[in-house]
C-alpha cells in the first residue's frame, strides 16, 4: 500500500443487521486496499453493533464507534472526527460496493487532481438493475462549469446523495463543515453544495462505482417516507435546501448568472412530494 493516498470511509448504521455484513464484505473486499473503515453505530437496538465488533475483530483496517441515537447526521459527523486520509467516502449501510469503486475514484482524483469525483451508480431493486451515469460523462472540469450542470439536475442522485462521491478531507476540515440536523431529508445534498463553495476541479466517471439496494427499509426510502408523514417539516426543509444553494452562488459570485434557474429549481422541488 505505499504510495497509495488513504482513504476514510464512513458507514453510518441504525438497526442495519441485516445488511451491515454484506455491506462491510463489500467494503474490505475493495481492490484499494489503503482504506480506513469508520463504522459509527447511531444507537442501534439490534445485532448491528455486535456484527460490526465481530468485522473488526477480522480487519484492523475497521474503527467502530457507538453513540446514542442521533439521527444519520451526527453519526457521520461523529465519523468524521476519526477520519485521517486524504479523501472521504460516506456509504449507507443497507448498500454496496463493485471491488473496483474505490480505486477508479481514487485514480481519477489523483490524475486529475480533483477536489470532487462523481461516479455512476445501480439502482437494484430485487433481482432487477438500473444502471445511472451522467449523461456518460467521463471528463474533469471546473467547479464554474459544472453549475449551469447543477441548476439543471440538482433533485438528482448525482448532486443529492454522497454515496457516489469522493471528497477531499482537508477542504472539508478547513471548511469546518459537517452534516446539518433536523433536516428530513437532504442533509447530503446542503453538504455537497457547500463543500463547492471551496472545491475547484470536478471530475466525472461514467463507470458504476456504487450499488443502491432499494428497498422499504433502506435509508433512502426511510427519508422520502418521512417527507409525507411530516410535510410541515418537508417544506421547511426544502426551503434550507434552496437557501444552501443559493448561498453557494453568491459566494462563488454567479448568483446573478443563475438566479432565475434557481428560482425555478425551488418551484420544481415544491412540487415534489
Known amino acids: 500500500m505505499e504510495g497509495q493516498p488513504l482513504v476514510s470511509i464512513v458507514i453510518p448504521a441504525y438497526n442495519a443487521e441485516k445488511t451491515l455484513k454484506r455491506m462491510l464484505d463489500s467494503v474490505i473486499g475493495q481492490t484499494w486496499r489503503n482504506i480506513q473503515i469508520i463504522l459509527v453505530d447511531d444507537g442501534s437496538r439490534d445485532n448491528t453493533l455486535q456484527i460490526a465488533r465481530e468485522a473488526a475483530e477480522r480487519d484492523d483496517r475497521i474503527q467502530v464507534h457507538t453513540q446514542e441515537n442521533g439521527g444519520v447526521s451526527q453519526a457521520r459527523n461523529t465519523g468524521m472526527r476519526f477520519c485521517t486520509g486524504k479523501y472521504i467516502r460516506f456509504l449507507d449501510a443497507d448498500d454496496t460496493l463493485p471491488p473496483e469503486s474505490t480505486e477508479i475514484l481514487v485514480n481519477k482524483a489523483e490524475k486529475e487532481a480533483a477536489d470532487l469525483v462523481i461516479g455512476g451508480y445501480k439502482e437494484c431493486l430485487g433481482t432487477r438493475e438500473f444502471r445511472f451515469n451522467l449523461e456518460n460523462r467521463d471528463d474533469t472540469m471546473s467547479v464554474t462549469d459544472m453549475l449551469p450542470m447543477l441548476c439543471r439536475k440538482a433533485n438528482t442522485y448525482f448532486y443529492g446523495v454522497l454515496w457516489n462521491k469522493l471528497f477531499r478531507r482537508d477542504i472539508i ?48 426510502f426511510r427519508q422520502a417516507f418521512s417527507c409525507v ?27 446573478g448568472k443563475y438566479k432565475k434557474k434557481l428560482w425555478l429549481y425551488l418551484f420544481k422541488v415544491g412540487l415534489d412530494k
Open 173 to 220: 476540515e478547513d471548511m469546518g463543515l459537517a452534516f446539518q440536523d433536523g433536516l428530513t431529508y437532504g442533509e447530503d445534498f446542503v453538504f455537497h453544495v457547500t463543500y463547492l463553495k471551496k472545491a475547484e476541479r470536478v471530475s466525472f466517471v461514467k463507470e458504476y462505482l456504487y450499488d443502491y439496494h432499494r428497498s422499504m427499509g433502506s435509508m433512502t
Open 229 to 255: 408523514t411530516h410535510p410541515l417539516r418537508n417544506i421547511n426543509t426544502k426551503i434550507r435546501l434552496y437557501h444552501s444553494m443559493r448561498d453557494m452562488y453568491i459566494f462563488r459570485n454567479e448568483y
